[in-house]
Every structure is written in structure tokens, then in C-alpha cells.
């Protein structure tokens, strides 16, 4: 078998509408899970009791599951009990649900660090809670956690073909369609290497920016 | 007579088995300069850290500025102060503590401004003219848009001096402030403190190991030891002829362990 590059330029736009796909979702993925993954971050630090606790088993249950179950169970099981959704929906759903529990523990993890002697001199100097939170504790906390969550924002991403597995038109699953039907395997899964390798190359360069910006705490 | 600013009443204060606190009841009056002093683990920090809602207390009363501090009044009975209240009660105290607690992704300014235009809606400008008129008055003017992570300790406390003075309490506590300090920087942050105490009528309680300092500082002096008053009096008392056998034993190992008194 021999490389064709006749072949790779017929199938390119087709590639690139996959890959248009595979990117919205990363994107419209990783809102849902930093959005999602505050909420159990919070509910996880509630006072209330059963909710913490049961955020808590949802988080460690989600995160003791495959993805590819999860997507299954949300694509083809939720319409036996009436919820049918779109393919896609049903895609960034359970990939932004997957790394919401990841996040979480990031923002957790940056929450904590936060000593408590600034959460007291907020105190004393008699901010209220929505003040120390917004001026004191997420100034100091989110930085640390930016490389952390890039780093899972690009994990993400590489797991985006698993979609093909719920009808998601996405890079992975345009490559496979080309290939069955013109059964040539070759340029179609090397050109899907390529575009995650230079998107993935050009994010790692990027966090690494974002470390020497923000990776260093700051001495007190 | 005036009226106390601060008044313990049967104070209790117990974190889970441990009983810190088992029914202290002490008054300070207005402009009084409090030195409390004691071993470690007789519960000098946790009055002021109960002063200042840090802690909530376990049992008992405590009135500042002639409102309870911990309890407020609704349809005639007597409930549980909310958030309100203890936001309402906290402007009138102001705090300092032995780790400075600055705000480290803020400059030396803008950790001194924060609070008075948040928690007061003072013009930033204003604000910043308060604020370098106190970095001035702890001699540190130059240093308003230094980052903390750039001061010596020393100059970190002054800061934390001139943060806590910005929102112009009534009542000003400092916990062990010069403890985690190198000792030559010791006298910069103390020299401060005795300005404030003798161009001021705030009322101050200090927690101090620095027997020489609180002795200079203060106007009474109270002993602890496990949670109560063993001995209080004028510092010249207390220090020189003090008639309880365990304040002298306390100042006998102070004395041995290299301090001044």
C-alpha cells in the first residue's frame, strides 16, 4: 500500500468538517465541565451535609466509569426512560459531565491552597463573603489551577473520537466513513494523527506559557 | 464613670473536648491599653480571635461598643446574631495578626485600600489618600506599590498595622505580632505600636510574649493561665511584685528564656 496524495486532498474538506465538529465539541465540552465541575466543586464544600455527601458519590461514580459507557448510556439508554437527544448534545453532555468531576478536584485543590489566614484578615477587615471570595480567595486560587485545567482541556480534546461511538460526525468518525467506503485506511487515520498531533503540539507550547505565567505561586 | 467598650460576661469556649474558656468575664473601658499575657494554651489568642468573629464562643455574653456582640435582639427575644449583625458589629474592630495575613496578589496600597472602599464606599481616591497617610505614619510611604512578597517581615507587619487602622476601629487587637519576626526587626513593628498607643484613644488589646513591651504598652495587665484571670493590675504591680506564685513562676521562665521585663 502506498501513500496517495491524490486521495488525501479529495478527502480533505471532508476532514475538515470532522474536525470543525471535533473542535466545537472540545470547546462547548469544556464550558460544561468548568461550569459543572464549580458547581460540584461548591456543592462538594456545602454545609448542607447530603449534598455534600452526594456530590461526593456522584463525582467518585462518574470518575470510576468509562466515558465511552457514560456516552452510551446517555445516547442509547436515556430514550428508553424518554429523554432522546441530538447526537451531538448528547456528546458534549457526557464529555463536559466526564471532566466537570476532573475539574472539580482542580478547583478544590486551588480552593485549599488558599491558607486560612487570608479567608481571617478578610474577616477583619470586614469584607462579606461574596467580597472575599471575588477579592481575595479566587484571585490567589484560580492562577495556580489554569495549567492544571489546560492540561485536562487538551486530554479532552484527544478523547473527543470516542463520539464516533454515539453517531457524533466528528474528525474520527468522518475518517472511519471515508475509509470503509473507499477502503483505503492509510491517509485517513494518518491525517487524523496529524491534526491531533499539531493541534495537541501547539496547546503543550502554549501551557507551557501559561506555567511560566501562573505556575509559580507567589510567596506570602 | 463611662460605660466599658467591652465586656466579658461568662464566657465559655470549647473546641470539641477541650474547654478553652470556662466562664471569663472581664470589662475593658474606652481607651484602655490591655497587655494579656499567660502560657501558651491559656487562651489569650482565642479572647481575641472571639472579639473579632473569627471563633464563636461557646457560651455566654459579650457586649462591644454597648450592643451584644453575638446575639441580637428579634420580636422582643433574644436569638443568635446573623451575618448582619456580626458585619454591622466588626466595623468597630480591627485586628492584627502574628502571620501579617496580607493580601499577596495585591500592592502594599491597594491591600490597605480594599476594605475601606468595599465595606464603607470610600472614593478610590480618597481611600488612597487615607492609605498613603498611614504608610507614612508606619514609614513606609515608599514602599506603596511594592508587592508584599517583596517587604521584610517587619515591614510586612507595619502594613498589616496600617490595613487594620484604615477602617478606623475603636477597638484595635494585636495577636503575638512580632512572634514570627526576625528578632531585629522586632522593634520597628513595636515602635509603631507604642505611637499608637500613647496618639491614641483607640482601645487596644495586645497578646504578647515581649514581657518589656507590654510593660511599656499597657495600662493593666492581665495574667491567664488555663482559661481565667489569675492576676491583673498595673503593669508596674503585675511585673515588679506580682502575688500570685504562678504569675511569678511564669515570669521567672520568661526572665530565664531571655526576655526583658
Known amino acids: 500500500m502506498s501513500w496517495d496524495w491524490a486521495f488525501v486532498w479529495q478527502i480533505m474538506p471532508t476532514l475538515l468538517q470532522g474536525l470543525k465538529i471535533t473542535l466545537l465539541v472540545t470547546v462547548l465540552g469544556a464550558i460544561v465541565a468548568a461550569v459543572l465541575g464549580l458547581v460540584f466543586a461548591v456543592a462538594r464544600r456545602s454545609s448542607i451535609k447530603p449534598l455534600a455527601r452526594g456530590t461526593s458519590f456522584l463525582v467518585q461514580f462518574i470518575r470510576g466509569t468509562p466515558l465511552l459507557v457514560q456516552l452510551y448510556v446517555i445516547f442509547y439508554v436515556l430514550p428508553d426512560i424518554g429523554i432522546r437527544l441530538p447526537a451531538l448534545v448528547a456528546g458534549v453532555i457526557g464529555i463536559g459531565l466526564h471532566y466537570a468531576t476532573y475539574a472539580a478536584e482542580v478547583y478544590r485543590g486551588g480552593i485549599e491552597a488558599v491558607p486560612r489566614g487570608q479567608w481571617e484578615a478578610a474577616r477583619a477587615t470586614n469584607l462579606t463573603l461574596r467580597q472575599t471570595w471575588v477579592h481575595v480567595v479566587l484571585p490567589q486560587a484560580v492562577p495556580p489551577m489554569i495549567p492544571a485545567l489546560a492540561n485536562y482541556l487538551i486530554a479532552m480534546f484527544k478523547e473527543t473520537p470516542l463520539l464516533s461511538a454515539i453517531t457524533v460526525l466528528e474528525l474520527m468518525n468522518q475518517a472511519k466513513s471515508v475509509a470503509n467506503s473507499s477502503y483505503r ?3 485517513p487515520m494518518t491525517m487524523v494523527g496529524v491534526f491531533f498531533l499539531v493541534i495537541s503540539l501547539i496547546s503543550v507550547a502554549l501551557i507551557s506559557l501559561l506555567e511560566a505565567r501562573y505556575g509559580r505561586k507567589a510567596s506570602r | ?244 506564685e504562678r504569675t511569678q513562676t511564669f515570669l521567672r521562665k520568661i526572665i530565664a528564656a531571655g526576655h526583658r521585663v
Request: proline share 5%.
Open chain 2, 1 to 244: 464613670m463611662a460605660e466599658p467598650i467591652i465586656r466579658f460576661d461568662n464566657i465559655r469556649k470549647s473546641f470539641g473536648t477541650l474547654t478553652v474558656l470556662d466562664g471569663l468575664s472581664f470589662d475593658v473601658m474606652p481607651g484602655e491599653k490591655l497587655a494579656l499575657i499567660g502560657p501558651s494554651g491559656s487562651g489569650k489568642t482565642t479572647i481575641l480571635r472571639i472579639l473579632m468573629t473569627l471563633e464563636n464562643i461557646s457560651g455566654g455574653h459579650i457586649e462591644v461598643c454597648g450592643e451584644q456582640l453575638y446575639h441580637m435582639q428579634k420580636a422582643g427575644r433574644e436569638v443568635p446574631a446573623d451575618e448582619a449583625h456580626l458585619h454591622k458589629m466588626r466595623r468597630h474592630i480591627g485586628m492584627v495578626f502574628q502571620h501579617f495575613n496580607l493580601f499577596p496578589h495585591k500592592c502594599v496600597l491597594d491591600n490597605i485600600t480594599l476594605a475601606p472602599i468595599l465595606t464603607k464606599g470610600e472614593p478610590r481616591a480618597e481611600a488612597e489618600k487615607r492609605g498613603m497617610a498611614l504608610l507614612d505614619m508606619v514609614g513606609l510611604a515608599d514602599k506603596a506599590r511594592a508587592m508584599p512578597s517583596q517587604l521584610s517581615g517587619g515591614q510586612k507587619q507595619r502594613v498589616a498595622i496600617a490595613r487594620a487602622l484604615a477602617l478606623q476601629p475603636r477597638i484595635m487587637l494585636f495577636d503575638e505580632v512580632t512572634s514570627a519576626l526576625d528578632p531585629e526587626l522586632v522593634e520597628e513593628v513595636l515602635a509603631v505600636m507604642k505611637r499608637l498607643a500613647d496618639e491614641t484613644d483607640m482601645t487596644m488589646l495586645l497578646v504578647t510574649h515581649e514581657m518589656g513591651f507590654a510593660h511599656e504598652f499597657a495600662d493593666r495587665v492581665l495574667f491567664f493561665d488555663r482559661g481565667h484571670i489569675i492576676e491583673q493590675g498595673p503593669p508596674d504591680r503585675i511585673f515588679t511584685s506580682p502575688t500570685h
Open chain 1, 185 to 187: 485506511y492509510i491517509e
